[in-house]
Nanobody, 123 residues
Framework: QVQLVESGGGLVQAGGSLRLSCAAS????????MGWFRQAPGKEREFVAA????????NYADSVKGRFTISRDNAKNTVYLQMNSLKPEDTAVYSC????????????????WGQGTQVTVSS
């Protein structure tokens, strides 16, 4: 399995931006599709975005399309989530995930999960 460590969370006002990072180690990063999920208090974990190993295929939840962008740098073993026009309802713990199969990432059943980073959007 690959080990994942997220960073970049914090407190931001509505309308602001944050960029999350997820650093991977332990396996060949470029063999893995990557994804981001989030979980708000009292709610189930939900899919946010995913990206193929090569970066040429991306998927987004309808709730974040046009506002969030997932990208990766295979030379740095890192995947990013650029979040713009943030809303209070984006408040959640954001976790990254990894699996050789992008379908498993989108389905929320990846081989690896990170610990998560808190994002809080104030109104």
């Amino acid at each position: 399995q690959v080990q994942l460590v997220e960073s970049g969370g914090g407190l931001v006002q509505a309308g602001g931006s944050l960029r999350l990072s997820c650093a991977a180690s332990g396996r060949t990063f470029s063999n893995y599709a990557m994804g981001w999920f989030r979980q708000a208090p009292g709610k189930e974990r939900e899919f946010v975005a995913a990206i193929s190993w090569s970066g040429d295929i991306t998927n987004y939840a309808d709730s974040v399309k046009g506002r969030f962008t997932i990208s990766r740098d295979n030379a740095k073993n890192t995947v990013y989530l650029q979040m713009n026009s943030l809303k209070p309802e984006d408040t959640a713990v954001y976790s990254c995930s990894a699996d050789p199969n992008r379908v498993r990432v989108v389905a929320g059943i990846p081989a690896s999960w990170g610990q998560g980073t808190q994002v809080t959007v104030s109104s």
